[in-house]
């Protein structure tokens, strides 16, 4: 996983150079504090603490500044790799640690910027929910929650097993999608063929379209060889891991 703020501004996100500068401020407070800020990007910790509070706004060029300095000291990457790595095997650890998920879903909105997207669709498992939760709030688009029940005539239902011999359900409002509706699938941890059919036979029954499939942690064989069985021109997969 990679960080990429290059060319950040008002084009990336909703708001301006310094919401942006506010918003990472505020999710990496989460994992330094402001001494140890000041030493890595070279602003003194009072006017960091007062740019967090909302005391007082940087000027348009210093929030600029500020941004390529964090980019420089790849301060993103040190935390994805100190706290999102080496729990591959433990999702509800990345889930409970205040922050990351966030500052996961703000690097992915920073990379997918020109990226069109309707609709942000989690993988029908708990630890999906919370990161596409994030993800629709920074690209602003609407989020479509799966149910293990909805009213059919209400509803888009596929099945799908959970184990051996065992089967669940996935469920959700036709309200969700438009024909042609850009999908987002956001997973946090896509090593199950199972929940990716359910998500892709949801999305060819409600006639949108899979723009990006985006997953913290992924088979990415499994992955491409579904996607061909039900693609014939393929999304973009990015940030899988294997």
């Not at 600029?64 to 790799?81: G, N, P, T, V, W």
């Not at 708990?126 to 690209?139: D, F, G, Q, R, V």
Request: hydrophobic fraction near 45%; aromatic fraction near 8%; glycine fraction near 2%.
């Amino acid at each position: 996983m990679s960080a990429d703020i290059n060319g950040v501004g008002e084009e990336m996100l909703p708001g301006s150079t310094k919401l942006i500068l506010f918003n990472l401020l505020k999710i990496l407070k989460y994992f330094y504090s402001f001494n140890e800020l000041e030493k890595e990007i070279g602003v003194p910790s009072h006017v960091l603490w007062r740019y967090v509070t909302l005391r007082v706004t940087p000027e348009k060029k210093t929030a600029e500044r500020i941004l390529s300095r964090i980019r420089e000291k790849k301060l993103i990457e040190e935390i994805i790799a100190r706290e999102v790595s080496p729990n591959r095997d433990q999702p509800w650890v990345i889930i409970s640690k205040p922050g990351l998920i966030e500052l996961v879903a703000l690097n992915l909105a920073y990379k997918i910027k020109k990226t069109k997207i309707d609709v942000v669709l989690p993988t029908p498992d708990p630890y999906s929910i919370p990161l596409a939760t994030m993800i629709s709030s920074y690209l602003r688009t609407k989020l479509c929650v799966p149910a293990s029940y909805l009213p059919t005539e209400h509803a888009i239902v596929e099945a799908y097993e959970v184990a051996s011999g065992v089967y669940s359900a996935v469920a959700l409002p036709r309200e969700c999608f438009i024909k042609n509706s850009r999908i987002l699938l956001a997973s946090l941890s896509l090593m199950d063929p199972s929940y990716l059919k359910a998500s892709l036979r949801i999305v060819l029954r409600s006639k949108s379209k899979l723009t990006l499939v985006y997953a913290i942690f992924g088979d990415l064989n499994m992955i491409n060889t579904m996607l061909s069985n039900y693609y014939i021109e393929k999304p973009q997969i990015t940030e899988a891991r294997v």
